[in-house]
């Protein structure tokens, strides 16, 4: 819709006017540091960092029906821009002007309600939020239109060059961050560092097709992160990993939009999110405290978290009682086929304590939980979801059988309405199903394919006629023998009756 065809008390709202108010805020030391550095530790004291706006009264003083109304509106706004993520602009990063933001088709992905069979089977409404559906194919696409967006603001206000923009991935991030850094051309250059043979082909392909620098280094990510870390602290890069607060803003919109898509009544809503660095979780947490912060939502949904069992360090944290003397330990992670979220040292723990701690409070009553699962589940329940005509990811079938397993402890009731978040495009992660389908994820994975949930190619080759062969042309007679041929086979195979 046009500028002008908007009711005429929002048109001066609809294009946001740039404004300050964020700062680095440290979760150690509690400094607060200006925007106008690119950091990712606190310079003072080395701590984790969140942004947070300080001017976030101007927010407040807009009742809750204003934003919801404006992002209603905003959504018939075709002006790129403000297509993604930065629809929700005012929430999300005010500073960055509207010139500076990229905007590659990432946000707004489709909520699909299970097809009948399966929440039957689950037994309640179930709906998949598809954040495969993003240009790099998962969530990580978010956080990095943030980021870039951030860094292109810098870059032209503070006449930067040859930044080097760098991260250690399981394979989505650096598919993410090779992509929007391909996207300021000559302003940035990309480098990845990935752990050799931990992620899939896909997303190999990804990164080496958007021009970035590719490293494959031995160890799990854990290693490769330990490595970046080393490098954005010793060596003049802008580092990309959510280490990087700007994408924990980015992710936020994740938040933003399910609210938006259930008409911003999340009450009764459990949802399901995989966990494996946890910029993720701690983004979504974050944005429904702003939305129930500025009046958008009345109630703030549950929360439930899922990691496998052989990478768990969340779950391992709150499983022990509250109070003093909860540890946090690394673990050392196990092969997992939720690949993505393979991480025993999760780099943003802090930002979740944190978060965790203000989610409950403002509900007012436990609201976040962490559940463990299986690698047997985690398959089980991709394959199940594809059965009634969904995709998901393996992250994705992580949090349906994480739903399972929130019922099973009586964390979600039979009154609840479930959101899983499907992090990824399932094809990213098509060798996870090929292995099981070929029952070769027993070592390591300890998974066992059930034989009702196998599928195979057969093989259709007709005996004595003349066959096909690639670039040669048959003469009718054998063209006609094989068709016939081919066809009694298959009519064989599948059962058919001849016609009447
Ligand atoms: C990165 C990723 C995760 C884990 O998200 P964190 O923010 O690291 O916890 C889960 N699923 C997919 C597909 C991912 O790419
Ligand atoms: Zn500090």
Known sequence: ??????????????????????????????????????????????????????????????????????????RMLNIQPL??????????????????????????????????????????????????????????????????????????????????????????????????????????????LLPKGKVTLPQLSQPLGAGARVFELPGVFDDCMKVVEYLSENFQVALLNSKNPWRVLGQESYAFELAQQFDYDLAGLALLVPVGNAGNLTAILSGLLKLRRYEVIDQLPKVVAVQSSHAD?????????????????????????????????????????????????AAGRELFFVVQVEEQAIMDNMIRANRSGLTICTQGGEGLAGLGEAIRLGLVGPEERAVVDSTAHALKFAEFQNRYFENQLQEGFDITARPELVNRPADIRPLGVPLPEPGRTQSPEDRAAYVAAAADDLALALGLRKRG
């Open 1 to 74: 819709m046009k500028l002008d065809q908007f009711p005429e008390d929002l048109r001066d709202h609809l294009l946001p006017s740039p404004t300050g108010g964020l700062g680095y805020h440290c979760l150690k030391c509690g400094l607060v540091h200006p925007p106008t550095e690119l950091y990712y530790t606190c310079p003072a004291c080395g701590g984790l960092l969140l942004l947070e706006d300080d001017q976030a009264d101007r927010l407040k003083a807009r009742p809750g029906h204003f934003w919801r109304r404006l992002f209603d509106y905003r």
């Open 83 to 192: 297509s993604g993520i930065f629809a929700y602009h005012e929430f999300l990063a005010p500073l960055i002007p509207l010139e500076d933001i990229i905007y590659l088709g990432e946000g707004h992905t489709p909520v699909v309600a299970a097809p009948a069979a399966l929440a039957r089977e689950v037994g309640r409404p179930l709906f998949i939020k598809h954040d495969g559906q993003n240009p790099s194919a998962s969530f990580k696409d978010r956080g990095m239109a943030a980021a870039l967006s951030y860094l292109r603001y810098l870059i032209r206000s503070r006449h930067l060059t040859g930044v080097l923009a760098i991260c250690a991935s399981t394979g989505d991030t650096s598919a993410a961050a090779a992509l929007y850094s391909a996207a300021l051309g000559d302003q940035v250059k990309s480098a990845v």
């Open 313 to 361: 360090p969340v779950f391992r944290y709150y499983n022990q009682p509250a109070g003093p003397g909860r540890r946090y330990q690394p673990v050392t992670v196990r092969p997992s086929v939720a690949q993505a979220a393979m991480i025993g040292d999760p780099v943003s723990f802090p930002r979740v304590v944190k978060m965790v701690e203000a989610y409950n409070a």
